[in-house]
């Protein structure tokens, strides 16, 4: 699944949507669940992944043949991290009990099944087919315990299920995470907690009318910004990454390679992510037919720079900042040419969005230059 080839080869358990046409939020949870699907419990925040992730009675999330697929629930758009945190927190505590159980269990004089509780205790669950070997030692060991009399073995059968990896994502928008949902969101990557938080980044309030946020760049026109942001956006991945214990990247459909390194990688870390991903809107006033090609400009000029940050990797003596995309190759004003969002303003006030775009260029470049002076730094005095 590590190469974006074979993870199309793999059937997606996001299927359709009831998104707008061109939606740029629904490839990144198609993605999430051909590589996380059979073990994805998702909170997910008010706002268009909610309304087109639960148009009930349909749902566009989906099983595999053997019943397996994601667990989503939808909370309220200003506490869907504390939502998440919680469903991580009920599994750790059922994962130790089941461990505990087990473990007691396979002590006890006359178990039968000692050497596969063992083999489950000690499993390598890091890779898919790990994580299938498990399923079915515990498949075994169900059968074990089915009509056992024994205290213990009646307390870890219905718990037994979570001797298996368990993958929780917090999943909405840029309203939810950058705004209304933040101090949420800080505390949850502070917790230490192996959680996930996925931020579909449209820069702006889509589900109700597109609305300007604390993600919406310098110089856009939205609602209650007629006259174009005068601030500049919020890095929120800075903000992450100055704690230093948390996972953080930065994707765009422009490089879906990268994307699918950057799930896996969060994923696999043992402690709190954040992925910000791209995700262009029809609120933008562009193509959409031809969406992919906005997000390319958007990265290749330096607008939107793709990263990751791995603190894991410090202990080696590496930088934990990895740029992936290449120094700026087109002008901040050849990618805003083609989205409505900044031309109105150029339409109906051409003095004040020259100056804003004169602005917002120089906002790019100094930020695209600090990330670079960031991922060049020597970590090899902090090696262990």
């Not at 009990?97 to 004089?109: D, F, I, P, T, V």
């Not at 310098?218 to 990454?241: E, Q, R, T, Y």
Request: proline share 4%.
């Amino acid at each position: 699944l590590e190469t974006l080839r074979s993870n199309q080869l793999v059937r997606p358990l996001f299927e359709y949507s009831g998104a707008c046409a061109g939606c740029g939020e629904t490839p990144y949870l198609k993605l999430l669940t051909q590589l996380f699907g059979d073990r994805m419990i998702v909170a997910n925040a008010t706002g268009c992944s909610s309304i087109y992730g639960g148009n009930l009675p349909t749902t566009p999330y989906a099983q595999r043949a053997d019943g397996r697929g994601p667990a989503w629930s939808n909370s309220l758009f200003e506490d869907n991290a504390e939502f998440g945190y919680g469903m991580r927190l009920t599994v750790d505590q059922f994962t130790k009990s089941a461990h505990e159980n087990l473990a007691e269990l396979a002590a006890a004089k006359g178990f039968t099944a000692a050497k596969l509780a063992k083999d489950i205790l000690n499993a390598d669950q890091s890779t898919q087919a790990g994580i299938e070997a498990q399923r079915g030692r515990v498949e075994e060991l169900k059968k074990v315990l089915k009509g056992s009399k024994d205290k213990l073995a009646k307390q870890l059968a219905p718990i037994a299920d979570y001797l298996v990896k368990k993958s929780v994502w917090c999943i909405g928008g840029d309203g939810w995470a950058y705004d209304i949902g933040f101090g949420g969101l800080d505390h949850v990557i502070a917790s230490g907690k192996n959680i996930n938080l996925f931020v579909l980044d449209t820069e702006v309030y889509s589900n109700t009318g597109g609305q300007a946020s604390k993600s919406t760049p310098m110089g856009a026109v939205a609602l209650f910004a007629a006259g174009g942001k005068p601030l500049s956006k919020k890095d929120l991945g800075m903000i992450a990454m100055s704690y230093g214990s948390v996972y953080v990247a930065q994707v765009s459909m422009a490089n879906p390679a990268q994307c699918i390194k950057a799930m896996l990688e969060a994923e696999a870390f043992d402690g709190p992510s954040i992925i910000i991903a791209y995700a262009h809107c029809i609120a933008h006033g562009i193509n959409m037919t031809t969406a992919v090609d906005e997000q390319k400009k958007a990265v290749n000029s330096g607008y939107w720079p793709l990263y990751r940050y791995n603190p894991s990797v410090v202990a080696e003596g590496k930088n934990p900042l990895q740029l992936d995309s290449k120094a700026p190759s087109i002008e901040f004003s050849e990618y805003t040419a083609g989205e409505n969002r900044y031309r109105m303003l150029k339409k109906a006030n051409p003095q004040a969005a020259d100056e804003l775009m004169k602005k917002a260029g120089q906002w790019v470049k100094a930020h695209f230059a600090y990330y670079q002076k960031l991922a060049a730094l020597n970590f090899e005095d902090v090696k262990k």
